[in-house]
């Protein structure tokens, strides 16, 4: 017998599967384009810097640099609120509704959670828990406005939503100033109980503050999300109107009933949104500087950078979040805080612009795919 020849005796090279290739050209599909999102963004951020006369050395540097444990604290209680944010977004996004109510979700939620946690009706703990329930049946019945506007008289929940959101902030601003207390020039609701204020997490030892305990609402909306969506027959119903009403009617689904659902879904976890602040911190509702406004818009933008994905999210959240901290040292720099809104906004606008590249890139590689597979089973059945 002949001895095995150099190539015979070479080990197999053993090729990914088609399912770990998959797996991992959704990875990479899914990692390249923020990131190039990301680097296209500081580079026009940078560009924009150059021609208003300031340097683009010193914001690459001070946006790149460590910030402190003070800065780093608020990075991570801000992004927790981000990503609730968020996920209330996309939720209605994943079925193809426009939900730019969150908002005034939001504000309505935090009033009526606050009003209530402060009347001290439940003892200890438990209030934190009843609050968290009012807070969210708040915010749902909110968004249900829009979503029964919707089904019953087909007014568009874009503009609804839109006109809720300043109800709900002049609504609020009345309830505070008839209903709450008297704080120097302004009102707020009453000061949440002392044996309802939850302990929060030293991680940093030298900053002012804690990790606000209810940060980890985040993460368990967030699974809670990924199980709704990924492991539900109601989440494929949800993604697949999302997809078609058309084929999601001739399924079975109703699709009137879906929306109502999403919306209110929606809005209940958008009346969760600051009460990690509120119970981590500040403990009032009332003027601007105890309330933080915004973060529902800026929800929306995370969700669309995130590609309405719980681990998306989270990433996105994390880098508006440290953005946002760092627009201290940007302006001990010498340059405007305004740069963080025009950084945010473009990267949102390259990721948008960078996964429709992406998509329509994986298209034609599949149509080229399916018509070389055509092509050779049609040979085959002619030989």
Known sequence: ???????????????????????????????????????????????????????????????????????????????AMLSISAIAAAICFRMNIFNIGVEGQYIVGSCAGAFFAGSGLVPGPLNILATLVVAAAAGAAYASIAGLLKVFRGVSEVISAIMLN??????????????????????????????AQPLGFKIFPDAPGDVWALSSLAIILGIGYWFLISRTRFGFELRVTGESETAARASGVNVNKMRLIVMALSGAVAGLVWMPAYFGSVHTFGPPENFQAGL??????????????????????????????????????????????????????????????????????EAERVSRQLEAERQGATA
């Open 296 to 365: 529902g818009f800026l929800g929306l933008a995370v969700a669309l950078l995130g590609r309405n994905r719980t681990l998306g999210i989270f990433f996105g959240a994390l880098l508006f979040a440290f953005l946002s901290g760092q627009s201290n040292a940007l302006q001990s720099a010498g340059i405007a805080k305004d740069v963080i809104d025009i950084t945010q906004g473009i990267t949102v606008l390259a990721v948008v612009v960078a996964y429709e590249v992406v998509g329509r890139r994986r298209a034609r590689a």
């Open 1 to 79: 017998m002949s001895e095995p020849t150099a190539v015979e005796k070479a080990p197999a090279v053993k090729t990914a599967t088609p399912a770990a290739r998959r797996i991992i050209g959704s990875v990479v599909g899914g990692l390249l384009p923020p990131l190039v999102a990301v680097i296209g963004a500081m580079a026009v951020t940078s560009l924009v810097i150059v021609i208003s006369g300031g340097s683009a050395a010193d914001f690459l540097s001070t946006i790149f640099s460590m910030p402190n444990e003070r800065v780093q604290l608020t990075i991570i209680n801000q992004s």
């Open 166 to 195: 300043y109800i709900a902030l002049t609504m609020a601003g009345y309830l505070v100033t008839k209903y709450g207390q008297e704080s120097g020039y302004t009102f707020t609701t009453e000061r949440l109980p002392l044996d």
